[in-house]
Structure formats: C-alpha cells, structure tokens
C-alpha cells in the first residue's frame, strides 16, 4: 500500500552527465528541474555532480573517480540519497549503492515517489501503486536490503515498506490483481464520462506547474489544490463551468514532464483519457519559465502519441506578471539578441500568436487578461456546441457582449 507521511527534508546530492546528446546548457536545466523535483519530495539538494562522459559507465553510471568524489562528499555532509537525473540500471543501482552507502535513486524513482505523495483517489493510488510494482520488480534484492533497515523518506514510500519477505512471483500476482482492478476502474469511470451527456468538454494540458489549477479555480469558482510544486496535482477534477448564459466540462489535468518513465504510463492513463475524449484543448505554457518553449514540444510531441495533436487548441501563455525579459544592449557586439530577449509585446507578435489566431497571455494568479480568456474560451465553446446543435444558435449569440446574462 502507499503510505502517507510527514515529510522531513533530508540532505540529497544531484548526478548528471554532459554527453554529446546532452550540453552542459541541457546539463543544467535538466538538473534544475530535477532539483524541483527533490525539493517537491522532501529533499534539500546540498551538491550537484555532472561528468563528461561519451557513454555512461555500464557498471556505475559515471567513471570509478567521480563515484569517490561523490563518496568522499556523501560522508563529510551526511548525505542520506543520491539522486541520478537518468533512469538507472538494476545493476548500476546495486554497484552504486555498495560505493555510496546511501539511499541510490534516479528520476524515475524520484517521480514515483512524489505520485506516492500527491494520489489522492482510489484511482490514482491504485495506477501509482501499480507502477511502482512495476519498477520495483527488477530491482527487489538491492530496495528489500533498505527496507530492512527500515529507512524512510524519499523514494521509500510505497509497496514493500511492510512486506519485506516478499518474492518475484508475490509481486507478479499483485501486478496481475492491480491490472485487473484498473480495467474495473477504467470501466466504470468510461460509464461516468458517457454520462455527463453532451456537453461540449475541455481540457487543459501543459507541463507540470504552469499554473493550470490556479487558471481552474480563477475560472470554474472551485477550490483545486494549487502549490508551487511540480506534480501539485494527481487526480483529474472536472467541473461545470458556465460563460455568458454557455455551459461546458472544463478538466484539470496532471501536468507533462520530459524524461517520463515509461512506469508512469498507466498512471498518466486517466488524464490521457480526458485529454483523448475533449472536444477543446487548452495548452497552458508558463511563459515566465526560460524554457518554456521546450515544454510546449515536450507536451505537443505526447499530444501527438496519444493522437490528440490535431484537437481544437487555445495556446495560454501563462505567468505573464512574473516574465522578465534577459537585458540586452543594442550595442553590445558580442550576445546576439534571441527569443529570451523579447519583450511580452514582441512575443505576441511571434508565431504562436499567430497561430490560428489562438494564443492568449494572461495572468491566472494576478487574473489579468481573464476577460479576454473567457472571450476566446466561449468562441471556441460556442462553435463546437453549434456545430453539434445547430438549432441552438440563437440562444448563443457572438460574444460575451451581447450576452443577457
């Protein structure tokens, strides 16, 4: 079963490597991000390692000298977890965790552990549960000497904190059991969706924490869970949302992220379910992060997979009170001026403005620019319902100005 519990930051070091596929630029960022990820865990990161390597080491990831600079440190600070920003091997884990003598885990992990945290339904915990059986399986003989220990925190929540002596084959049948009370699951909740009627649905998609609960709330009047946390929230809400007199399902969505382990698949399956059966997307973008333009890639390439790439979408770029534009001085020779150097003006003129006329740039904390969200948000609404009920166009007339009510 997946355990709740207090978090206690415990002390935590990063590992990455700059390879030919990977800069020391991408390096970074997807180290920050990893960071995040730590700090929404439980953990306070006191240390990044990187390492050039062309490949990674077969047996410990990174080379032999760089495993004794990171022990060295995970001594002399009292480290208690390593995080690894790439999935690692059963074998490398192993090796790694006889070098370090600590807690070894790597993003994978990481992310299964904060879905521990934040499940809350019965759904969710059950989809999490799953995937942690699932990535865990391999990986038995190396964990169950942890749990022996009984050593919690981060990465040690979830199946097995109990059930010590458990075997290979006690954890296939649980796997089998889980698959089989997720098909019940996803049976009765596909009866739910059938019979929320005809209502036009929207969803909103983005990577984790650009804000789509807090736009939810400010739009829908509803109390979803909002945190400045990556994975904030789990479990799909849907609400009944009414603009002008033209009412629609609006569906908040757990957020995307790069690198997703391929565990998590099942877990993301019923947002990928909402997002599959929406008639309207709307694509939040945290236009104040500096790579958000590689979030709205990463988000439209598994739109892509799950074949809802070609959906009706509204591009929201999200956050516009906390975007600062990177300074630059006309004269200066030597930085060529780029993207990160635009103002929101100049952005609005780039072509995700353009792009079928759709994007808007609002503020759903400060909930500047709402007015004219709901504006775009009813159009789109108004012309799926037309289109389904053409006999209903008098009662939705253009634009929220000429409503009555």
Same mark, same amino acid.
């Given at each position: ?21 990977? $800069? ?7 180290? $920050?991000?990893?960071? %995040? ?106 964990? #169950? ?21 458990? $075997? ?104 990928? $379910? ?42 929201? %770029? ?9 300074? #630059? ?17 100049? #952005?609005?003129?780039? #072509? ?54």
């Amino acid at each position: 079963m997946i355990e709740k519990q207090q978090l206690e930051y415990e002390n935590t070091v990063l590992v990455g490597v700059i390879t030919a596929a990977q $800069d020391a630029a991408k390096s970074k960022e997807y180290l $920050d991000e990893l960071a %995040f990820l730590a700090y929404t865990a439980g953990g306070h990161v006191l240390h990044r390692f990187t390492q050039n390597m062309s490949l990674p080491n077969p047996k410990t990831f990174i080379g032999t000298g760089k495993i004794e600079e990171v022990a060295a440190y995970v001594e002399q600070h009292e480290v208690t977890t390593v995080i690894f920003d790439d999935e690692l091997t059963p074998a490398q884990q192993g090796n790694i965790e006889k070098a370090l003598r600590c807690k070894i885990l790597d993003r994978t992990g990481l992310i299964l552990d904060i879905f521990a945290q934040r499940a809350q339904t019965s759904y969710a915990r059950t989809q999490v549960e799953l995937a942690q059986y699932e990535y865990l399986l391999p990986r038995l003989k190396g964990l #169950w000497t942890h749990l022996e220990r009984q050593r919690g925190g981060i990465g040690m929540r979830g199946p097995g904190e109990t059930e010590i002596e458990t $075997d290979r084959r006690i954890v296939r049948d649980k796997i089998a059991l889980l698959k089989k009370k997720l098909k019940l699951i996803d049976k009765q909740m596909s009866t739910q969706r059938g019979n929320r009627g005809a209502l036009v649905r929207v969803a909103l998609v983005g990577y984790t924490n650009v804000g789509k609960s807090t736009l939810m709330n400010a739009i829908a009047k509803s109390e979803v869970f909002a945190e400045n946390k990556l994975f904030a929230t789990l479990d799909t809400t849907v609400r009944k949302v009414v603009i002008g007199n033209l009412p629609f399902l609006l569906s908040d969505t757990v957020g995307f992220i790069r690198k997703l382990p391929t565990q998590l698949v099942e877990s993301f399956k019923s947002t990928l $379910d909402e997002v599959q059966e929406a008639d309207l997307l709307l694509h939040v973008a945290d236009i104040s992060h500096p790579n958000f333009e590689e979030h709205i890639d990463s988000v439209n390439q598994i739109l892509s997979e799950i074949n809802a790439k070609e959906k009706p979408t509204l591009m929201v %770029f999200n956050k516009i009170d906390a975007y600062q534009p990177e300074p #630059w001085d006309d004269d200066e020779l030597v930085l060529e001026r780029n993207s990160s150097h635009y103002t929101l003006a100049e #952005w609005k003129e780039t #072509w995700m403005s353009k792009s079928n006329g759709n994007a808007l740039f609002i503020s759903a904390l400060s909930k500047k620019n709402l007015n004219d969200f709901r504006e775009k948000v009813y159009e789109a609404v108004r012309e799926i319902h037309i289109t389904r009920f053409p006999y209903n166009d008098f009662l939705y007339p253009e634009g929220l100005d000429k409503q009555t009510s």
